[in-house]
């Protein structure tokens, strides 16, 4: 019995541990944001989406969305600094966030969202606007 006992706590401390492990939507968009502060766009982008493997698949809108970026560097400048602006889950399993980017002269607005079909986050989708209009709460 006490082979099964600790068995049985082994077991649940190996699963914990790589729920630990998991990236989390706050960890993704982390990383995100150091990647392209950092001035690697492209790594940005690939890294954010890596956690979905349907990406894989789109790599003509994955490239549409790192020459977006390039342009809003070559219009705005290098991003400097990142400041979140709000978190919201609209369910359990469906998580926005909102963050800015600062920029020399305007704010760049990102629109985040990650979905947990089980255990694990994965990213959604990625939106970058020069205006406001995604800042305010969608509940």
């Known amino acids: 019995m006490k082979i099964i006992a600790g068995a049985i706590l082994l077991m649940a401390f190996s699963i914990g541990g790589c729920l ?14 150091d990647t392209l502060i950092k001035g690697d766009a492209a790594k940005a982008v690939d890294d954010f989406f890596s956690s979905n493997q349907k990406f894989k698949e ?5 490239q549409l969305l790192k020459s977006q970026l390039g342009t809003v560097t070559q219009l705005y400048g290098t991003p400097y600094a990142v400041e979140l602006v709000s978190v919201e889950d609209l369910t359990p399993s469906l998580q926005r966030r909102v ?3 600062k920029h020399e002269w305007i704010p760049i607005t990102w629109e985040m969202y990650f979905y947990r079909p089980q255990s694990e986050w994965v990213t959604v989708q990625l939106l970058l606007v020069d205006q406001f209009q995604l800042i305010g709460r969608k509940k």
Do not use: C, M, V
């Not at 630990?20 to 944001?33: G, L, Q, V, W, Y």
């Not at 789109?58 to 994955?62: M, S």
């Open 99 to 101: 963050y800015i980017t």
């Open 58 to 62: 789109k790599i003509q809108a994955l």
């Open 20 to 33: 630990a492990d998991s990236p989390t939507p706050e960890k993704i968009a982390a990383n995100f944001f």
